[in-house]
């Protein structure tokens, strides 16, 4: 049995305001399941619904075959972490820890040793006295996930944990999130973020959220690799997969798309004699685009060039209205701007999309 389960999942502000609608999930015991998606998509509000910090207006939700829509938070077996650390400056780190386990009128031996073990794996030990004026921005946020573990819950919420800190820091409280859930196999995560590079790293699943509902669900290479739809296509990924329109006129085993700027492009995904002749999009992601003298799949003048050292960011200029492209070519390519450049890409890597959803998931 899935330890957590959405069914028909729906929230509403007032009579009219819908945000959220056919939310159905299951999440298993000892995944950690990221929610990611666009500014407003809902993502921090279905969190909150799982905590029960938000009224869940339509639907169940179920923790281990029990319903909770109306069970009180504090007895859902559930903690949560959230984007500001909420620690309370008069106590000590030693103290911010205890606190839940005192009010549950637990031991002194059992908050000790639940304590000084969560320390132990968040490498807090050394800070125990503190008080969190003394500690930086990464310290604070493990001593809220250490809050947190040592109430010892069946699932453990995370909203945005990471996105107060600077770049070094969330790298290295990341890695940190990443070996806790190692330690911990046996319990379930959900993690909120807007951040892909945490999503891909971190997630068992991903669930991608957009208009008002889930446009995806799966493991991070399976939402790269195979997008069910154009908006999951450009949402994971960094630059966003570029799409060019275009017309099916060749299909069998490989399918030959005449692009609307004139080239000609061949996808690896399987099409019939009833598509031939379909209006579709291509999709090639910016990194899977390599320069060519033969046939190109895209052949344009660049505008503007972004050195990273290891990848050159290359943008094209807009022609006759077809799409800004985007390339992302390993190595250091310096002269590029204001000259042409053709491009090519294998026709393993080439999307097709039909009325915004993918050819390949019919």
Do not use: W
Not at 44 to 59: V, Y
Request: charge should be negative; proline fraction near 6%; include cysteine.
């Amino acid at each position: 049995m899935a330890e957590l389960v959405l069914r028909d999942v729906e929230k509403t502000y007032g009579k009219s305001v819908q945000v959220l609608r056919d939310i159905n999930l299951e999440i298993e015991t000892g995944e950690l399941i990221v929610f990611v998606g666009p500014s407003g998509c809902g993502k921090s509000t279905l969190l909150r619904m799982i905590a029960g910090l938000e009224r869940i207006t339509g639907g169940e939700l179920t923790i281990e075959g029990q319903r909770m829509n109306d069970v009180p938070p504090a007895q859902r077996g559930i903690a949560m972490v959230f984007q500001s650390y909420a620690l309370y400056p008069h106590m000590t780190v030693r103290e911010n820890m205890a606190f839940a386990l005192k009010l549950a009128k637990k031991s002194k031996a059992e908050i000790d040793e639940a304590v000084d073990r969560a320390a132990a794996a968040l490498q807090l030990e050394p800070y125990l006295d503190r008080l969190p004026k003394a500690l930086s921005g990464g310290q604070r946020q493990r001593v809220a996930i250490g809050r947190s573990i040592v109430r010892d819950p069946k699932v453990y919420l995370f909203d945005e944990p990471l996105s107060n800190l600077d770049a070094a820091l969330r790298v290295a409280t990341r890695i940190e999130i990443a070996h806790l859930k190692e330690a911990m196999p046996d319990r379930t995560m959900i993690y909120v973020t807007h951040d892909q590079v945490e999503a891909m790293t971190l997630a068992t699943r991903i669930v991608v959220l957009a208009n008002k509902g889930i446009a995806q669900v799966g493991t991070p290479l399976e939402l790269y690799e195979t997008p069910d739809n154009e908006f999951v296509a450009q949402f994971i990924g960094s630059p966003a997969m570029n799409l060019l329109p275009g017309k099916i006129t060749g299909t069998g085993e490989q399918t030959t798309v005449e692009l609307a700027h004139g080239e000609v492009a061949v996808s690896a995904i399987p099409t019939t004699e009833e598509d031939k002749g379909k209006i579709v999009n291509i999709g090639v992601r910016p990194e899977d685009l390599v320069p060519t003298e033969d046939t190109p799949l895209f052949r344009g003048r660049v505008d503007f060039t972004e050195a990273l050292g290891e990848v050159t960011l290359i943008y094209f200029e807009e022609v006759n209205g077809a799409p800004a492209m985007t390339a992302k070519l390993p190595g250091i390519h310096r002269d590029l701007r204001g000259n042409d450049v053709s491009l090519a890409a294998d026709p393993a890597k080439v999307h097709l999309f039909h009325k915004g959803q993918s050819m390949r998931r019919r």
